[in-house]
């Protein structure tokens, strides 16, 4: 069943993630060294937030698929797994690289708003009904990861990379 919504219901799981990445930013720039797991943290439970908002949405579309925004971005069964699947690989990510980025002085707010912000772009990809949005959603997550190609900014090989990475890619 063919369903039109012209509310944003089917996106605030994508809101949601947009405006945990900005208070996370926000809140970034008043923490101290010491104090950065509190980003960390913020950063998970955004993830979680947004798995759980997917889980309503799907839940109230019954799992059907679902039109808005003049049919750019769509809601189905599909979408929502593989979301869901991009939560988990995102969230492990955020796991496993916290030690590695602090062993190397590179663990700032930044990087889990970068990730988390390109987890949007990924979102919004996978709700592409329309070439304009998903091109939207590409753009997004590749000028996140462009960024987090250049984290550490004393490395010259990093920055190198990141240049030739934006330039080509």
């Not at 839940?59 to 189905?76: C, E, H, K, P, R």
């Amino acid at each position: 069943m063919l369903t039109r919504l012209p509310i944003m219901l089917l996106a605030y799981p994508e809101i949601f993630l947009l405006a945990a990445g900005c208070a996370i930013l926000v809140i970034d720039l008043f923490l101290k060294d010491a104090t950065r797991w509190v980003t960390y943290a913020l950063s998970l439970a955004a993830l979680l937030g947004c798995a759980v908002l997917t889980m309503i949405v799907t839940g109230m579309t019954g799992g059907q698929l679902a039109y808005t925004f003049n049919g750019m971005f769509v809601s189905d069964m599909m979408a929502s797994v593989l979301k869901m699947s991009t939560y988990v690989a995102v969230a492990l990510c955020l796991v496993y690289s916290r030690v590695y980025m602090a062993d190397r002085g590179l663990y700032r707010g930044e990087y889990f708003v970068l990730a988390l912000f390109a987890t949007l772009g990924m979102m919004v990809m996978i709700s592409a009904s329309h070439f304009l949005t998903l091109y939207l959603g590409l753009e997004l997550m590749s000028l996140c990861l462009y960024s987090l190609v250049a984290l550490n900014r004393e490395s010259a090989v990093s920055s190198e990379a990141a240049m030739k990475y934006f330039v080509l890619g």
